[in-house]
């Protein structure tokens, strides 16, 4: 019981950064970010693409698209 207690809590401690940088919060600061790619296919109803940036050498995650019509145009939290 404690083993599993314990591992739950690494496992939601490990993902909040990960949560937090998807968030944009009320009056946060953003920017947009421009995708503008050639030859990208549909994946189908059930698949996503998600970018992705390295900011201080992590990745961080710029959201998810479906669509692979471009360019398009994406606010994402500056911070």
Not at 29 to 54: H, K, M, P, R
Not at 65 to 75: D, K, M, N
């Amino acid at each position: 019981m404690i083993f599993s207690v314990v591992a739950l809590s690494a496992l939601i401690t490990s993902c909040s950064s990960d949560y937090d940088s998807l968030v944009i919060l009320p009056g946060a600061q953003t920017s947009d970010l421009t995708l503008n790619l050639n030859g990208l296919e549909a994946l189908g109803d059930d698949f996503v693409y998600e970018g992705w940036i390295i900011v201080d050498g992590e990745p961080v995650s710029t959201g998810t698209f479906s669509s692979v019509t471009f360019p398009q145009t994406f606010s994402v939290n500056t911070a």
